[in-house]
């Protein structure tokens, strides 16, 4: 009865497990290290897209790489195809990517930073309610808890990473800064150009998700 950690789930970060990482150059505006991401073999792929890639990697030659894969209209094809007309520009490769899936990279970038500081809460603090924490209003709005304010765990939001967000402000504010750091990003990625062209918008998202009834 204590519900779980209300993570943000394995679909959000791909087959591969790399739209973080494709996510957190895109908010640096380092294409070319996005779409050497993208570009990287892995077993997730289909054999021609491997067998493409892996000569894409060997020969930086993307015309040769397309002529082995079968379907071109996949992610690493579209990448392949635009490289093929222009081999060094590598934002217009992103660009040339269904806008869906531009912004997919970016939010899981968002996702896993979401996810590392409420894992750090949650080892720090546990079930603990801490003023300055942040829950929802019933008007759909976010406030503060003030100090000797109680609450259930379950009603404590944290805002997944954005320009515009209100962080807590006790510990949890610099969890965010740590974990930004950690990765090697920061909170002006999403405040600076990256950020507002490829859709970080932000939200608040309860750290504790009860569930009312279980199917098995």
């Known amino acids: 009865d204590k519900g779980f950690i209300n993570y943000f789930g394995l679909q959000r970060f791909?087959?591969?497990?790399?739209?973080?990482?494709?996510?957190?150059?895109?908010?640096?505006?380092?294409y070319a290290s996005a779409v050497r991401t993208i570009l990287t073999p892995s077993t997730g792929q289909k054999p021609d897209v491997k067998a493409a890639v892996e000569q894409y990697n060997a020969t930086e030659d993307p015309?040769?790489?397309?002529?082995?894969?079968?379907?071109?209209?996949?992610?690493?094809?579209?990448?392949?195809?635009?490289?093929?007309?222009?081999?060094?520009?590598?934002?217009?490769?992103?660009?040339?990517?269904?806008?869906?899936?531009?912004?997919?990279?970016?939010?899981?970038?968002?996702?896993?930073?979401?996810?590392?500081?409420?894992?750090?809460?949650?080892?720090?603090f546990g079930s603990a309610v801490l003023p300055g924490d942040l829950v929802m209003t019933s008007e759909g709005a976010v406030r503060e808890l003030g100090e000797g304010e109680v609450a259930g765990v379950e009603e404590v939001v944290m805002p997944v990473p954005v320009y515009d967000i209100v962080l807590p402000r006790n510990d949890c504010k610099q969890?965010?800064?740590?974990?930004?750091?950690?990765?090697?990003?920061?909170?002006?990625?999403?405040?600076?150009?990256?950020?507002?062209?490829?859709?970080?918008?932000?939200a608040y998202r309860n750290i504790i998700f009860k569930p009312l009834s279980f199917e098995t």
């Open 14 to 30: 791909g087959n591969c497990g790399n739209t973080h990482t494709v996510g957190k150059a895109i908010l640096q505006q380092d």
């Open 175 to 202: 969890f965010y800064c740590e974990g930004w750091a950690e990765v090697g990003g920061s909170f002006e990625d999403f405040c600076g150009p990256g950020g507002k062209e490829f859709n970080t918008s932000g």
């Open 63 to 124: 015309a040769e790489a397309l002529k082995l894969m079968k379907y071109k209209n996949c992610i690493e094809g579209l990448v392949l195809s635009s490289l093929a007309r222009d081999s060094r520009n590598f934002k217009q490769a992103i660009k040339t990517l269904h806008y869906k899936q531009q912004t997919l990279y970016t939010h899981a970038f968002q996702s896993y930073i979401w996810n590392r500081v409420v894992s750090r809460r949650v080892q720090q």
